[in-house]
């Protein structure tokens, strides 16, 4: 089993920055691809980006691109998500994810674990 726990989240100002942080538990987690989703109120889950096990494949959407970075350290069973030019628009609850088949799916149906999420606001 792998467990998520997401942190990082908070209120910024557009046109800031955050890093939120995925720590988790569980040996699997060097294997595994992962994922960083968000959701707003009344909308579909949504993803962002995900990286290979190894890091040496990313993917973002492209409502991200050029703005978000993902990156992980298996040393600390973490995964990042460096965000920055912070629209209204991004504000929502960003949740990580684990594929633990070792894929990096832009699909959520992809992925077997999921973290509780971390709400980000970004006032106007």
């Known amino acids: 089993q792998v467990q998520l726990v997401e942190s990082g989240g908070g209120l910024v100002q557009a046109g800031g920055s955050l890093r939120l942080s995925c720590a988790a538990s569980?040996?699997?987690?060097?294997?595994?691809?992962m994922g960083w989703f968000r959701q707003a109120p009344g909308k579909e889950r949504e993803f962002l980006s995900s990286?290979?096990?190894?890091?040496?494949?990313?993917y973002y959407a492209d409502s991200v691109k050029g703005r978000f970075t993902i990156s992980r350290d298996n040393a600390k069973n973490t995964v990042y998500l460096q965000m920055n030019s912070l629209k209204p628009e991004d504000a929502a609850v960003y949740y990580c994810?684990?594929?633990?088949?070792?894929?990096?799916?832009?699909?959520?149906?992809?992925?077997?674990?999921w973290g509780q999420g971390t709400q980000v606001t970004v006032s106007s």
């Open positions: 569980g040996r699997t987690f060097s294997s595994s691809g």
């Open positions: 994810a684990a594929d633990t088949s070792g894929d990096q799916p832009t699909s959520q149906r992809g992925y077997d674990y």
């Open positions: 990286i290979s096990w190894s890091g040496g494949s990313t």
